[in-house]
């Protein structure tokens, strides 16, 4: 089974700076995608970046980057220029190909954003 | 840009009670998830469905039940509540071509 580890429960960074969340995942399968998602304190999740597995090039989104390590099977979330909105829980997510596939979470990490 | 919807927001219901969640993905998305998040925990996986069958089934209680509808929303049955149900619920929605999964603003559930 798939399994997702975020070791980190709470991370701060001050504002303007640049903060680097981290993520491993197991997985026999070589085909997958990669999610960081956002949880603010309303709860909504909403989705960050996304890797394809396939793909070499480490995704971006504006000030998101991932560094994706297949063989290490290590994905990190980089904030560059950290915003107060930025203050949430992040969860990395796996999710194998194929149609429906569930997305497995990790724990989450808390991330605070101060002045 | 449509959403998924999820009715009701929040739900109060007695221990043994019953309780049903609904969720209407975004348009033309044929494919539902449910996840539950206890206090303080990661999102768990339930239930999916595509095209109306059942696809995948993930750590669901059989009080539990799900079904898809032909207007592809979908309904989460809950029976015989425990007060270990309290939990959000989340409903997310994808079209069958895409990877991304997009979720609803999740159903509040309190068991008393």
């Known amino acids: 089974a798939q399994t997702v580890t975020q070791s980190q429960p709470e991370m701060s960074v001050q504002e303007a700076e640049t903060v680097t969340l981290s993520c491993t995942y197991d997985t026999s399968e070589s085909d997958y995608y990669l999610f960081w998602y956002k949880q603010p304190p309303s709860r909504q999740m909403i989705l960050v970046i996304r890797?394809?597995?396939?793909?070499?090039q480490n995704a971006t989104e504006n000030r998101f980057s991932v560094n994706f390590q297949k063989a290490a099977k290590s994905f990190s979330l980089k904030i560059s220029d950290s915003q107060l909105g930025d203050a949430a829980m992040y969860f990395c997510a796996y999710r194998k190909t194929g149609t429906a596939s569930k997305l497995t979470f990790g724990t989450g990490t808390r991330l605070q954003v101060t002045l | 840009a449509a959403g998924v919807i999820q009715s009701p927001r929040h739900l109060i219901k007695e221990k043994r009670e019953t309780a049903t969640l609904k969720c209407y993905p975004i348009?033309?998305?044929?494919?539902v998830y449910w996840y539950q998040q206890g206090p303080g925990q990661d999102p768990q996986f339930l239930i999916s469905f595509y095209e109306k069958m059942q696809s995948d089934k993930g750590s669901i209680p059989d009080r539990f039940s799900a079904q898809q509808f032909s207007d592809y929303h979908s309904e989460l049955n809950m029976s015989s509540l425990e007060l270990g149900d309290s939990a959000l619920y989340f409903c997310?929605?994808?079209?069958?071509?895409?990877?991304?999964?997009?979720f609803g603003p999740g159903t509040r559930l309190t068991v008393l």
């Open positions: 997310a929605s994808s079209p069958r071509a895409n990877n991304e999964q997009f």
């Open positions: 348009p033309r998305h044929d494919t």
């Open positions: 890797q394809e597995a396939y793909k070499q």
